[in-house]
């Protein structure tokens, strides 16, 4: 069983820029969601899918953007990068309700500079 | 909304000696809680879940939770700790309606010799 993959491991990009980052669910979820995770903080949830389509989402501005894919992988974009936005971005995923739990990514650094 | 709070940032405990880490959660009815482990730039790894029924859970490596609803707490136990328990311990509860997960602002865990 592969559990949840993202890549890339590091990004450095300059204030303004726009980045994507990637992540593969483990066999068997179909349901991603992503979390921001600050220095020194808790992971704080960004929005989740399930069937392609965005089923939640937290309190982040419009330039954060995602799709879910057929294969359940998904894509987090962020527009218009901002010094704030440097931050550990992890991607769970699960099944349909979570009750087997949620398996995270090892995560994507990203530096805003 | 749901809340979690982790009282103590930080904690250092000697290596065989006993752990508890404390965790209380604000939300109006039977949560979903979870326990997670985060070693240093790596991804969120779970330790154990309480969805219903026994209220004293086991997990991974030899930790344990309680969920005491009187007290909206769900703490943390291991009997006698390792060196290689040194990371950063997470506690979250799950929002009904979808899997949003919200997380305690972590307490990080030292192991002395």
């Known amino acids: 069983e592969t559990g949840v993959t993202q890549s890339p491991t590091h990004l450095i990009k300059t204030r303004g820029q726009q980045v994507t980052l990637r992540c593969s669910s483990q066999?068997?979820?179909?349901?991603v969601s992503w979390y921001q995770q600050a220095l020194g903080q808790g992971p704080q949830f960004i929005f989740q899918?399930?069937?392609?389509?965005?089923?939640g989402r937290g309190n982040f501005p419009p330039r954060f953007s995602g799709l879910q894919f057929p294969n359940y992988s998904s894509e987090l974009n962020v527009n218009a990068l901002e010094l704030d936005d440097s931050a550990l971005y992890l991607c769970?995923?699960?099944?349909?309700?979570?009750?087997?739990?949620?398996?995270f990514g090892s995560g994507t650094r990203l530096t805003v500079v | 909304a749901q809340s979690v709070t982790q009282p103590d940032i930080h904690i250092t405990v000697s290596e065989g000696a006993s752990l508890e880490l404390r965790c209380n959660y604000s939300?109006?009815?039977?949560?979903?809680l979870f326990w997670y482990v985060q070693s240093p730039g790596q991804g969120l790894q779970l330790l154990l879940k309480?969805?219903?029924?026994?209220?004293l859970v086991q997990g991974i490596k030899g930790f344990e939770a309680e969920f005491k609803r009187s007290q909206s707490s769900f703490n943390l136990r291991k009997p006698s700790v390792h060196w290689s328990d040194a990371a950063e311990y997470f506690c979250?509860?799950?929002?009904?309606?979808?899997?949003?997960?919200?997380f305690g602002t972590g307490t990080r865990l030292l192991v002395s010799p």
């Open positions: 769970a995923s699960s099944t349909g309700q979570g009750q087997q739990g949620y398996t």
């Open positions: 066999s068997g979820h179909n349901t």
């Open positions: 899918y399930y069937r392609e389509e965005e089923n």
């Open positions: 939300y109006g009815a039977t949560p979903y």
């Open positions: 309480y969805f219903s029924g026994d209220t």
């Open positions: 979250a509860v799950r929002e009904t309606g979808f899997q949003k997960l919200v």
